[in-house]
């Protein structure tokens, strides 16, 4: 016998689950439903099948081909407009002649015993049987009235209650003899219930139902699709589930890897090709489709998760659906009777309230509350680029199809025939992305100069000596190992302003870029000679003799990384004395936590006891961050490495009156004179304000109820009346050397380079700001850092370098022969608390409003948030521009001041953010 399988649905009830897919390609124990039915016509022996297609038609097609993978042969009907129920069916058996044939629906889960329906229908000498079944609510279905043999006797369409004479309803199972077909026109729109089997009624033909016993589930709804997955794991349907069985009702598929510290609990189905990281919970119920990925301390319980989706480390997921290739982040809840559709991406720390639907190639922000379903909107959220770069999830948001994609953006917006330089560390990940942006920017006719695997500030500094048009460089994320981070940069080699990143962007999202000729594709070079120029340069812009002559002693921790290949080279030059740790490159076994990092500052500060060197030195960042360990074994980082830096470099400038110890190729100063006065002068004028502030103005809004505090001085110096954004004061007037630091720096850098003559500029919180201070013409900056080890020299390269900067702390430290730990005893840091307070981007504006309006009278700067100034200290109010966070620095004197101020404004930004 042959079989029909109509499988046209649209499944409109399941939505968003179908929006890409038709309903009998919706996967039911990790198998399309249709398969199910394939599987059970093949164990009754059924093995010709032709397939009636509508709704998505290639969907089905392309997946199971012709069959021969699960031993059928399978033809297929595409149906241009729908044609119903029976004229499908007509025109697919076409392919079988005057055969009788089984008609069975490719949507609706069963496991009804054909064989007894079909005996049933022989028994009986009928023309037509419909296999009927019993349930619990028959409204949402055809009921079917007989007699006591069995014979219909009347058809009833979806009826209401007072209809209602039987709970026998019309599963979609028929078995026809070739005379029913025809009572069907070709080509005419035509149903079974309404059209073909009145007709046969009125004709006397011997039509029949069979009640059949086995179970049969419509899946017309989430409800009713959820359900089915239960009955599968229980038992109530005979179906084959995928996977290996292990202990009584847990299913895993091959390749799949699970932490020997996660937590499963069965009924429990996981699929091929999976990872269940430490301390993940897959509980009771859950049903995951393959190549999904569960992070470390998630929870996914009574959820189903199609192929290929991801979930971060704790979010929870309790009663959902989250549909193929979602994204779920850190710190998600997915409450219960969520439906997430494919390729939405759900941001950290976003909540959805029970019951809500949010369709396909969504995006919810970090830390959003979803109360109403989301139906309409775009694709993308409005930025692509964050703080540094663009970042995501390596090969799940990050993937060589969205690199192509941004690398013919970025070479849109600077032109056919310009060049760019190309460069990455050595994770593999780094090079499949580099290669997928080289082809986007080759594809719209921009050449390639390609420096392979070399460290961060080296592909910098050959942006401007290769005299190119910008740069692009990729790395694993710095602040999660998890993301892969494209930076895209300028001539100068620092990150591209925002205007042009927004630029990107609008290309992008419009996919406005041209393809160009063949004749006119970029083409693709590896320059010879890479570190030679940079550094040549480097020894230009650093006192090597001085160095030489210290006779320094430093162990130096290369925590795998690529620079192990460079600095050794440079460090011989200096004249050092050099001890490595970990001096391969080996990314599987580099620093990707905190935890990890601080391991290796432990072993780094053990050596250098051990072998009483006079630093120790831990480069990380691709090479723009570091930090250090003094003779004594204590770590020196955050803000007591800046506040050494401040020290070393200003004391240095103002010893030699050599603002940064350097001179041309003839022996000559090409620092910037010291004042009338020499040092006197300088130390006399160190009581004055000691910073400027840079785009720190008050907003209109707030201008008049800004005042400056009459009350007793604080210990650190106060800051200067801000310039306006744009202005020219940001130079020291009085001819004192500026240095640029962050705004959440400790205000012991202003203290330090008072009373060295120096004046402290502070930038944005961000590195790319620093690096745009460092980047402007018309000032001689010393240097500029801020507090995770970064330090940019701008008369070398405008950009974060921590080889540099560590030629230059050995150059501060043998020229003025210190000791690293004297200069950090001299410090006098005061103490400073940081919190991190939860707060959802929609309330980041009020809370920042309410707290500039309660703070009208108070000292106080908008150089980046809220920075407050008390008799003892300050605070900074600082939204993340990234997370659905506000940071709150606090300094003072006393520890418990500092805190006790901190803990009060983070109680005063929850309270405002819960009004």
């Known amino acids: 016998m042959k079989a029909v399988v109509m499988a046209g649905g649209e499944g409109t009830r399941l939505r968003p689950l179908t929006c890409n897919r038709p309903k009998p390609m919706v996967p039911v124990v990790n198998k399309p439903i249709i398969q199910h039915i394939f599987e059970l016509l093949k164990r009754h022996g059924i093995t010709d099948i032709a397939v009636t297609l509508y709704y998505l038609a290639d969907e089905i097609e392309s997946f199971f081909g012709d069959g021969a993978e699960l031993g059928l042969h399978l033809s297929y009907s595409v149906e241009d407009v729908p044609l119903g129920t029976a004229g499908s069916v007509k025109k697919a058996a076409e392919v079988f002649g005057q055969e009788r044939v089984l008609v069975i629906s490719g949507d609706a889960l069963t496991d009804i015993d054909l064989q007894e329906a079909v005996r049933f229908h022989e028994a009986r000498s009928a023309v037509a049987t419909i296999v009927t079944t019993r349930v619990d609510n028959p409204l949402e279905y055809g009921i079917v009235v007989t007699d ?38 070709p080509g005419k729109p035509t149903d079974f219930s309404q059209d073909v089997f009145p007709a046969l009624l009125r004709d006397g033909k011997r039509l029949y139902a069979h009640v059949a016993s086995g179970y049969w589930c419509d899946v017309g709804n989430i409800q009713q699709y959820r359900q089915a997955q239960v009955d599968a794991v229980m038992g109530r349907v005979k179906v084959e589930i995928p996977g290996n069985k292990i202990g009584a009702d847990i299913w895993v598929g091959e390749g799949t890897e699970i932490a020997p510290n996660a937590r499963l609990s069965g009924p429990l189905v996981i699929g091929r090709n999976c990872r269940i990281g430490p301390g993940a919970g897959c509980f009771e119920y859950t049903f995951m489709g393959d190549n999904c990925i569960i992070e470390k301390d998630a929870v996914i319980q009574r959820s189903i998760l199609w192929q290929d989706a991801f979930v971060g480390r704790g979010a929870e997921v309790r009663g959902a659906v989250i549909g193929q290739h979602a994204i779920i982040k850190d710190f998600v809840t997915c409450h219960d009777g969520v439906v997430v559709g494919d390729r939405c991406r759900i941001e950290q720390g976003a909540i959805l309230q029970p019951q809500i639907k949010v369709w396909p190639n969504k995006v919810i922000e970090p830390g959003s509350r979803v109360t109403m379903s989301l139906i309409w909107g775009t694709k993308w959220p409005g930025s692509i680029f964050k703080d540094r770069g663009v970042a995501g999830l390596t090969n799940i948001e990050l993937t060589p199809e969205f690199a192509m994609k941004l690398g013919a953006s970025f070479g849109s917006s600077i032109g056919k025939g310009a060049t760019v330089t190309t460069s990455r560390d050595d994770h593999p990940a780094s090079r499949m992305i580099l290669r997928s942006i080289i082809c986007g920017l080759m594809t719209v006719g921009v050449n390639i100069f390609d420096l392979r695997s070399t460290p961060l500030p080296v592909s910098r500094y050959n942006i401007k000596t290769l005299g190119v048009d910008g740069g692009v460089h990729i790395r694993v994320s710095p602040d999660n190992p998890r993301l892969t981070l494209i930076e895209l940069f300028g001539r100068q080699g620092i990150n591209l302003p925002r205007a042009h990143e927004r630029k990107i962007e609008n290309i992008f999202f419009r996919e406005d870029f041209r393809r160009t000729d063949a004749d006119e594709v970029g083409k693709l070079e590896f320059p010879g000679r890479v570190l030679e120029p940079y550094t040549e340069a480097f020894f230009n812009y650093v006192d090597a003799r001085a160095i030489a002559h210290s006779h320094l002693s430093v162990v130096v921790d290369y925590a795998y990384s690529r620079l192990s290949m460079f600095l050794p080279s440079i460090f011989g030059r200096l004249g050092c004395d050099m001890v490595a740790l970990n001096a391969y490159p080996d990314h599987s076994r580099a620093p990707k936590t905190r935890d990890d990092r601080e391991a290796h500052l432990r072993k780094l500060s053990e050596t250098v006891s051990t072998l009483k060197a006079d630093m120790g030195v831990f480069v ?46 003839f022996g000559r100063s090409t620092a910037a004179p010291i004042p009338s006065g020499g040092p006197a002068a300088i130390h006399a004028s160190a009581s004055a304000s000691a910073s400027v502030s840079v785009g720190a103005s008050t907003p209109p809004s707030l201008s008049t109820s800004t005042s400056t505090s009459t009350s007793t001085p604080a210990p650190a110096p106060a800051p200067a009346p801000a310039p306006a954004p744009g202005s020219a004061s940001t130079s020291a007037g009085d001819g004192r050397l500026l240095v640029a630091a962050t705004v959440a720096a400790t205000s012991a850098v202003d203290r330090i380079a008072a009373e060295n003559g120096a004046r402290i500029v502070r930038t944005r919180q961000d590195a790319r700001s620093l690096m745009e201070f460092a980047s402007r013409a018309g000032q001689d900056i010393l240097f500029a850092g801020d507090t995770e080890g970064g330090f940019i020299f701008p008369r070398f390269q405008p950009a974060f370098d921590a080889m540099f900067s560590l030629a230059k702390v050995f150059e501060f430290l043998a020229r003025q022969g210190v000791k690293l730990s004297h200069v950090v005893d001299s410090l006098a840091i005061p103490p400073m608390v940081r919190r991190i307070v939860p707060c959802p981007w929609e309330h980041k504006g009020r809370v920042m409003r309410v707290l500039a309006e309660e703070t009208g009278g108070m000292r106080r700067e908008f150089i980046d948030g809220l920075r407050l100034f008390f008799d003892d200290g300050w605070l900074l109010v600082l939204p993340d521009p990234a997370e659905p966070f506000i940071h709150i620095y606090s300094e003072a004197v006393a520890e418990d001041a500092a805190g006790g101020r901190a803990q009060e404004y983070a109680d005063r930004v929850t309270a405002i953010v819960g009004i």
């Open 620 to 665: 990380e960042s691709d090479g723009e961050r570091l930090a250090l360990v003094d003779e004594m074994g204590r770590v020196v980082e955050g803000n007591t490495l800046l506040a050494t830096v401040v020290w070393l470099a200003t004391r240095d400038a103002l010893r030699t009156h050599d603002a940064l110890g350097t001179r041309d190729a």
């Open 148 to 185: 006591d043999e069995g014979r219909i006797r009347r058809f009833l369409e979806k009826p209401s209650w007072g209809e209602v004479f039987s709970d026998t309803v019309n599963t979609g199972i028929y078995i026809l003899e070739p005379e029913v077909l025809d009572y069907i026109d």
